[in-house]
């Protein structure tokens, strides 16, 4: 048995823990080490997107409409995987403005407007009525259906009992104390609630458990699994026909659609996702995270439905309340008990976070602005405000729960759950133009946002609310057969004839047309005010200011005790002294002994304020404490228009600086390059005089002997003649190499391109040295096909090339036994030339090295030098210019190998049969 | 060769935002949204085709679901990495200056 007193009880105990958890996390956070500054507390609390709807209206649609429930899921996973990059920005942005609520961020947006962040309010409270009376129903449904246990009844209609007898009355009461105590204990509402938060995150959790404990015991107890479920389903023409996609009906479009806007436009999902957040990096988890919550809650919804669609006759109980009703038919008394803990959690969740939003909206942007409006209330003047403040917001709370209650009462009983949401959805969803546009376009305007608002919230009331009142009999039901009047053009859910779609398709198209439309054209045709333009390109460009709060728009001096007055009067005297300290130690400026306050302390006042009483209330403010020292209205916009002006000045210099910085860049590897080049150049001197005077060395000393000695014999003599006659040699050709190598190098080198048969070139360089070889008895074979593709070059460079190689290879070789073989192959994109030696072999730590200058293989440690040094240089000098590579193999000993490639004259794309095995394909010219 | 090549004036532009990530995320919400369109779901909307007795709907609905959160979440354990700005490349010393 489940007498009313244990449900009751159980209820009571679970809001008692909410209380514990909550106080609990509100004393850890002013302890400095809150609870909620995770990814996963900050995932789940925007989890509180799943209420009372989700958990038991799921299942009602799902039994009508098959997955037509998924796409109120589906929308906030799609959106979510937009979150990095459009949540972020929201988050920024608000972040830098001190953003309380979703009227807050519209109004900032569009010039710190009064009358849209009023508008944005007025939306809200009348928007989300009929979601907030939806929790209640549930609840109270819930309550009912368990109180019969263990008979499964049709609901009894709470209409029936007394007032103060109506459970969801009581219900009502506890909610808004909870949101009272925990979402109103602050004064400054940037500060987080981390104890609703923490609640809130709990409830997510709890919810999720017994959503899955009801679909785990319907699939796994009440049938064999998924399979049985699914098969006894398809069994019956009734509900085969639901795991059907046509279920879903013309419907999943649109409700994809208007759930991806909500899930940042409902304000209790702009409260935790933005409001709340402490970190923004938390954001990188929650995109994956609340998705993935979204999917577990949903696995069990089709069971759950289909489960209750076999086990109860048709219409003997409604499907809104199978989630209570399987458990207890099948006498589960504690798991039905448990259900109902789940959807009380799910709905007081809800309740909470959105009246404490609307709660701020209402006191900041709606009742603020008009108290401070109206002189004789002499508002400005008061001491003490935040004791006035805290009191509108926990009215508002109180307020927004009884018209909840009295909309519940009243209208709320003809409807399913999920149409009444979707109604709700319908009236965030016009918030949607005038937050995206206004976060990506700088010329939405303040007239476009509220005419669109106001024209897509008048369609939403007439096709969507007003016809609800006509279907709860408060209107004449022929309102909605033949029109006003009957003009049938003007149908409420059938405007200007658009028949045949469900009422919120129709009503989503026509209220963002008009809204949308309207915001456009508006837009397009106006000229925006100053303060528009101004926050409009703080808005959309908010990642480009990174950290640095923008130019104050209050110029001159203003005395510092007006403005300390100022802020006591709304934060109080301690939280006001901490704010003047914390500008004074992060500008580093002396507050104690000032006079008066720069712009900049009076924006940063400001924003301090506009956490307070929003950003449009926070400016009157400011402006009315300013105005007492002669800055009129003229004045402002005289200064609003030279800060526009300085702002785009200091975006230029920002522009150019940042160009001078590459400038400075560039320049300074340029001189690094030039450095070594010179170093360069230096070494490269004094080794070439190193190298000439040697020759010239023993030329003059040779020379000195023969001059000195005239009775040297004429063997001697000759030998001496011959070597400095060696020695010239070597020195021309040096001075050879290093004007070539200086040509090549500084580019003055004259090329003679054409195309050149590099046979004929090996053949040419081979004559031309062949009497060297045969001097030294040195063996010269060359292989090469017959037929050579042309390569595209300098036909004397070549040559030179090839001589360098081979004399390289000439001076390396033992004579009588030494052997050179020069090959020729074709390769897929050019031709290798080898020249390979049996001579001393290089060292593999010199391999590369020897292409650099004046480096010398030496033969053995205290051998001489063999080589200028420079010939390798030049070779490599002109196969890079020719666009090939060159480079050595060798084993120490046994020789060495040097190759060259140079790529084939252009335009002669078909390489020819590759001679060797070259890799295939096509050349690439 | 011209000092800093293409890849040093990319990492200096304007943008201060370091985001790269923006086009994998956008490209994922396409595929997302290809995936849940109506369209696709005739595709998997045979009647009488299951897998495991479940129906073939359900089965590519809910899958799908499962592969865009996990490529969600291994494209936000890598957004660190895509935005981090591109290394310069180091010059290659080469033509003997």
Sequence with gaps: ?925 | MEPNGVAATAGTDEVIEPDHATAHFVALFLLGFVLFSPWLLRVFDAPGAEVFGIPLLFVYLFVSWVVLIALTAWLSRRIGDLAAPVPPQPEALSDGG
């Design chain 1, 1 to 925: 048995m489940l007498p009313g007193w244990l449900i009751i009880a159980a209820a009571f105990g679970y809001v008692s823990l909410l209380f514990a958890i909550a106080y609990y996390a509100d004393r850890r956070a002013g302890r400095g080490r809150g609870l909620i500054a995770n990814p996963y507390i900050y995932a789940l609390s925007i989890a509180v997107y799943c209420t009372a709807w989700t958990f038991y209206g799921s299942v009602g649609l799902a039994a009508k409409s098959g997955i037509g429930f998924l796409p109120i899921y589906l929308g906030p996973t799609l959106a979510f995987l937009l979150g990095w990059i459009v949540l972020r920005k929201i988050l920024r942005i608000s972040k830098v403005h001190h953003v309380t609520s979703i009227a807050d961020l519209v109004s900032s947006r569009y010039g710190k407007s009064h009358l849209l962040g009023g508008l944005v309010t007025i939306i809200a409270v009348v928007g989300i009525m009929p979601y907030l009376s939806l929790q209640l129903k549930a609840v109270s449904t819930s309550y009912n259906v368990l109180l019969h246990y263990p008979e499964v009844t049709a609901a009894v209609t709470p209409a029936d009992m007394p007032f103060f007898g109506d459970t969801a009355l009581w219900i009502a009461a506890m909610m808004a104390l909870f949101a009272i105590l925990f979402g109103t204990r602050h004064i400054d509402a940037t500060e987080h609630h981390e104890g609703m938060v923490a609640a809130i995150a709990f409830e997510s959790v709890v919810k999720l458990i017994a959503f899955t404990s009801v679909g785990l015991f319907v699939t796994y107890g009440l049938f064999d699994g998924f399979a049985d479920l699914f098969n006894q389903a398809a069994a019956e023409p009734r509900l085969a026909q639901l795991q059907l996609a046509d279920a879903a009906g013309g419907q999943w479009l649109p409700l994809t659609f208007v759930a991806m806007l909500t899930i940042i436009c409902l304000p209790r999902q702009f409260q935790v996702i933005v409001v709340e957040n402490t970190d923004e990096s938390h954001l990188k988890k929650a995109i994956w995270l609340f998705p993935l919550y979204l999917l577990l809650i949903n696995i069990f919804v089709l069971p759950i439905a289909f489960g209750g669609l076999l086990r109860f006759p048709l219409g003997t109980v409604d499907a809104d309340t199978f989630v209570l009703a399987l458990p207890m038919a099948e006498r589960q008394p504690w798991l039905a008990l448990f259900a109902f803990i789940g959807g009380l959690s799910a709905a007081t969740g809800m309740v909470i976070v959105e009246t404490v939003a609307l709660s701020t909206m209402i006191c900041n942007d709606l009742i603020m602005p008009l108290f401070l409006r109206f002189a004789w209330l002499h508002m400005a003047e008061r001491r003490d405000l935040s004791g006035l403040l805290l009191a509108i917001r926990r009215t508002s709370i109180a307020v927004i729960m009884l018209l909840g209650y009295l909309y519940f009462r009243l209208i709320g009983e003809s409807f399913a759950l999920a149409s009444i949401g979707l109604v709700s959805f319908a009236a965030a969803a016009q918030f949607a133009p005038a937050i995206l546009l206004g976060i990506y376009w700088k010329g939405a305007s303040r007239r476009g946002a509220l005419t669109g608002m106001i024209a897509g919230f008048v369609v939403w009331g007439y096709t969507l609310l007003v016809p609800s009142f006509a279907l709860s009999g408060w209107l004449e039901a022929s309102f909605i057969e033949n029109g006003p009047m009957g003009i049938a053009l003007l149908r409420p859910y059938a405007l200007f004839g658009l028949d045949g779609l469900d009422h919120i398709t129709h009503s989503l198209f026509w209220s963002l047309l008009a809204n949308v439309g309207a915001f456009i054209a508006v837009s397009l045709s106006d000229r925006q005010s100053t303060i528009e333009r101004i926050q409009g390109t703080l808005f959309v460009e908010v990642f480009r200011q990174p950290g640095a709060e923008p130019a104050g728009l209050w110029q001159g001096a203003v005395p510092l005790n007006d403005l300390r007055a100022m802020a006591e009067r709304f934060l109080g005297g301690d939280r006001s002294r901490e704010i003047f300290t914390e500008y004074a130690r992060s500008h580093r400026v002396d507050l104690v002994h000032a006079t008066h306050a720069d712009g900049d302390l009076v924006q940063f006042v400001e924003r301090r304020l506009s956490g307070v009483i929003g950003a449009a209330s926070a400016r009157v403010m400011v402006a009315t404490t300013l105005k007492g020292e002669g800055v009129g209205l003229e004045e402002i916009m005289q200064i609003l228009d030279e800060t526009s002006q300085v702002l785009e000045y200091s975006r230029q210099l920002e522009q150019k600086s940042r160009e001078l910085e590459r400038a400075t860049t560039d320049l300074k590897a340029a001189n690094e390059r030039l450095t070594e080049l010179d170093r360069m150049k230096d070494d490269f001197l004094s080794t070439v005089t190193h190298e000439l005077r040697t020759p010239l060395t023993s030329i003059r000393s040779f020379s000195e002997i023969l001059h000195d000695s005239p009775d040297l014999d004429l063997t001697e003599r000759q030998h001496f003649l011959t070597i400095i006659i060696r020695e010239s040699e070597r020195l021309t050709r040096l001075i050879n190499q290093v004007l070539d190598l200086t040509k090549i190098e500084t580019g003055r080198m004259k090329w003679q391109m054409t195309d050149v048969d590099l046979g004929d070139v090996i053949d040419h360089a081979v004559s031309a040295l062949r009497h060297l070889f045969e001097e030294k008895s040195i063996a010269l074979d060359v292989h090469a096909p017959d037929r050579v593709p042309p390569i595209h070059g300098d036909r004397d460079q070549l040559i030179q090339l090839v001589i360098n190689l081979l004399s390289n290879a000439e001076k390396f070789c033992p004579a009588g036994t030494g052997r050179v073989d020069v090959s020729l192959k074709t390769g897929a994109r050019g031709v290798t030339v080898s020249v390979a030696d049996n001579g001393l072999g290089i060292p593999p730590n010199e391999q590369e090295l020897i292409f650099e200058k004046f480096h010398q293989v030496r033969a053995g440690n205290t051998g001489n030098p063999m080589g200028s040094g420079l010939g390798l240089v030049i070779c490599r000098g002109i196969v890079e210019h020719l666009g090939g590579q060159i480079w050595v193999r060798s084993t120490l000993g046994k020789g060495a190998t040097f190759f060259f490639t140079v790529p084939y004259a252009r335009g002669r794309g078909d390489a020819p049969e590759p001679a060797s095995a070259a890799v295939g394909g096509a050349a690439d010219g």
